[in-house]
């Protein structure tokens, strides 16, 4: 079956453009969630969904970072005004609704700001 | 809070070998589960093995196994007859209560990165 998807995969921005990064997730996993991975280091959690409820957003770094997922399925996480500090690999993961060990990840998108 | 730490930045393992990853934690969690993910050049985190904090045995997949060690904090990855296509990063990753908002996220050690030669 298909594993999460994650666009685009690659993204230039310039310093100050806003972008969008789109995540879908496995077909009926209730949960998802979106990480970020600096170079070299290890990935640091964003922000969680339940269905459609943003119920942690802790980790998002600042307010020009802003996530959604409207209908429950496809998220889509926004950053505003972007930083040279923003670059980095974005990463979506879900996990199936019986709470299972696994969260399964998605490919990145790879964020480069110039 | 949560803290997982790997020390290894980097290993050689010869093919047909076996290597250790070394993975500490700290929580306050009664209760929670320690991961092991595989990251190849490509980028996708590839789930390896998971082990929950009261579970009797130590967790085992196919060629890798984790020796897990309560009292002291930690989860060790064993990868056993290694073959080229294991070089990659491996991050050691940890998720606290098993239930809540807060309890579902992952926090992830700093990675080790394994290269095996032929």
């Known amino acids: 079956g298909a594993g999460v998807s994650q666009s685009p995969r690659y993204k230039v921005a310039k310093r100050g453009q806003d972008v969008a990064l789109r995540c879908d997730p496995i077909?009926?996993?209730?949960?998802l969630f979106w990480y970020q991975q600096a170079l070299g280091q290890g990935p640091e959690f964003l922000t969680y969904?339940?269905?459609?409820?943003?119920?942690?957003k802790s980790g998002l770094p600042s307010d020009r970072f802003f996530a959604e997922r409207p209908e429950g399925s496809v998220s889509t996480l926004k950053i505003q005004r972007t930083q040279q500090e923003d670059s980095a690999v974005y990463l979506c993961?879900?996990?199936?609704?019986?709470?299972?060990?696994?969260?399964?990840f998605g490919p990145g998108t790879r964020l480069l700001v110039l | 809070a949560q803290k997982i730490t790997q020390t290894q930045p980097g290993m050689f393992v010869q093919e047909k070998e076996a290597v250790t990853l070394d993975c500490t934690y700290d929580?306050?969690?009664?209760?929670?589960?320690l991961f092991w993910y595989k990251q190849p050049s490509s980028g996708e985190m590839i789930f390896l093995i998971y082990?929950?904090?009261?579970?009797?045995q130590n967790a085992t997949e196919g060629r890798y196994s984790l020796n897990f060690q309560k009292a002291r904090k930690s989860a060790n990855l064993v990868i056993s007859a290694s073959q080229l296509g294991d070089s990659a990063m491996y991050f050691c990753?940890?998720?606290?209560?098993?239930?809540?908002?807060?309890?579902?996220?992952?926090?992830f050690g700093g990675g080790t990165r394994v290269l095996v030669k032929p």
């Open positions: 082990q929950g904090s009261y579970d009797q």
């Open positions: 077909s009926g996993h209730v949960s």
């Open positions: 990753a940890m998720r606290g209560t098993l239930s809540g908002a807060a309890g579902n996220k992952l926090t």
């Open positions: 993961a879900s996990s199936p609704p019986e709470g299972g060990k696994t969260q399964y």
């Open positions: 929580t306050s969690d009664p209760s929670y589960g």
């Open positions: 969904f339940q269905n459609e409820a943003q119920l942690d």
